[in-house]
């Protein structure tokens, strides 16, 4: 099965460290990284997303980031 979650962090080492150790638990970057700009809290946020394939069946109750 093909999972799909999308990152997203305010833009600092956090979010580095985030799409990181997504990496390195397996998952494969998904297209280009977004960068905006967050009004509402006046920061610059970023995101990636991400997939992995594993196997099992598709259920609404997998905890994706735990995979």
Same mark, same amino acid.
Not at 44 to 64: I, N
């Given at each position: 099965?093909?999972? %799909?979650?999308? @990152? $997203? *962090?305010?833009? $600092? !080492? #956090?979010? &580095? =460290?985030?799409?990181?150790?997504a990496?390195?638990?397996g998952?494969? @970057? =998904?297209? /280009?990284? $977004? %960068? *905006?700009? !967050? *009004? #509402?809290?006046? +920061?610059?946020? &970023?995101?990636? *997303?991400?997939?992995?394939? +594993?196997?099992?069946t %598709? /259920?609404?109750d @997998? ?5």
């Amino acid at each position: 099965m093909q999972l %799909y979650r999308f @990152l $997203t *962090a305010d833009d $600092t !080492d #956090a979010f &580095c =460290h985030k799409v990181t150790r997504a990496l390195n638990n397996g998952w494969a @970057l =998904h297209g /280009s990284p $977004t %960068y *905006a700009f !967050d *009004a #509402a809290n006046g +920061v610059m946020r &970023c995101g990636q *997303a991400v997939t992995k394939e +594993v196997p099992g069946t %598709y /259920s609404p109750d @997998l905890k994706l980031g735990e995979q």
